[in-house]
């Protein structure tokens, strides 16, 4: 079961990547929107 | 509301209702009734995943606690992303390969009957007086707003949904949150551009952050360090290291161990479905709630250029219209009204015709602003101290109210249809997929488990239906029953969901990582743990502890783990040849 095809990316490791980068990305920004806005 | 409103109201309300009689109009067997014939689409369980966590408390509360608290709320979700990972990592694969209906089956195969037994019950106990009060909430915000009666109010909240969730199960649970939300997100994004369309010209996203951030309310990254020095504040809930680790042990609980959200993943049509629609969960969460938060900004912003009532919940003023401080809140009301006049007046600038002539000089027109903004908030401090009276018996969190005012006060005819029609079809999406899940548990995890009988297709089919109309029948009891005692319920069982969760996920990463440890120390550490974290709650209520909330589900799940190969290794049971998945 495990060998059904990933959507979009050759693994799912490069979808976990992906989705821990974008939270890494999105602290941030929030972390510098803060910072501007204080 | 006016007539225009409760036509949309009650067009979008039996809309749903017919289109989930619709579509679940095919289910006759439990494979459809809870699982939908395990033939879903990644977007309908991304979109099922999430309308079954946003509850209707979220978009009223949201937008209230950033115009109140400020946007640092959003750190709550940071350890959902990794924890979806986790998820697709270790669970998914599992729940699937096993083809199980619940969770709890998993625990029967992998430790035993009385582990799987314990689970279910506490999942029951806890989700069926949690979704009671989930009803409660929005339906005493909506009654007291709008002046509806509140029984009514809950039957509609939480009564109407019974008969597509009873009638098409899971299959009518999935498409009607797939239009739910596309519903929720339009009415959403349209309250939010009518909002800024509602502010003076010339102001814009910009302009609202930056008065948002003057005010405090762009906090959305805090540390959760004391500036003076004090150390980490363990009692604070909503920062950087708590979002993270407390929101991960959070988050893992509930989408892992939590059949209201297994549910949803199981119906999917194959492992990589349910791993893309938990994955999209993890990337649109996080930002999807900042919006829901940058909304309370906007709202705060717009209240700087428009009358900010002195509390937002009219009934609550009402309420002291009618006890001994009814002359006390008559000054009070004038002279706060007074106040917010002079500073909208001091908005449109020296030397207009209604500004204040006198003051010519930017500092001292920013000084007298400040001024009055302490009198305002002088007199709104007063409103909550009369509020918590135990003579007056009011509620003073004025923060769920904050949004649905100015929905009522400012948008157009229809629209507040619309946005009222949003709140419901929040709750519904999220009790809908609670009771088809309630209903399962009971079915599977004990009516089939320990009955002696053989059931018939039809018969498992007819008795799901039963214990989905009985379990949405129990959630509305609880809704009435919370409103009559008040806010204790209410507390009590907020609390109850962060008491429980992180011993069931302890049970499941034992089963999934710790291949040595048997039924027994998982029971007894289970056990023990529950009993501690219970105490730790009691101890944290009485301020003899400084811990948040957020913190019992790492307790709660360290502990388990941790205690069970204690006792494994005291116990010398034999080891399972299960390995994790």
Redesign the interface.
Known sequence: MDEEKVPLFKSWKTWYRLVIGFLVICIAIFYLLTKHFS | MSRPDWIVLALTLLGIIAYGLYKGRTTRDLDGYFLSNRAVP?YMVLLGIMGTQASAVTFLSAPGQAYTDGMRF?QYY?GL??A??VL??SFV?VF??LKVYTAYEYLEQRFDLKTRTLTSFLFLLQRGLSTGISISAPSIILSSLLGWDIVWTNIFMGGLLIIYTVSGGAKAVAYTQQLQMVIIFSGMTIAAYLVVHRLPAGVGLTEI??M???A?K????TTGFSRKGGGFDWNDRYN?LSGIIGGFFLALSYFGTDQSQVGRYLTAR???ES??GL?LN??VK??MQ?LILLLGVMVFAFYQYNHEPVFFNKSQIDLLAHSKYKDSLSFVTTRYDAAENQRLSTLRGPGTTDGPADLVDPSLLESRKEALEKEKAGYKATIRRWLDDPAVGGDSNDTNYIFLRFVTDYLPKGLVGLLIAVIFLAAWGSIAATLNSLASCTIIDFHRRFSSKQLTTNREYRLSQMYTFFWGIFCVAVAQLAYNLGNSLIEAVNVLGSLFYGVILGIFLVAFYRPKVTGWPVFISAVIVEIGVIVLNILSRKGIVSLSFLWFNLVGAAGVMLLSEVLQAVMKKKPVDEKPG
């Open positions: 990644w959003v940071f992303p990794l979806m990972v697709c990592i694969p699937h390969r952050l930056h948002g951030g003057k405090g762009l906090n959305i990254i950087l194959s492992v990589s791993r893309l994955l993890g990337l996080v930002p900042f």
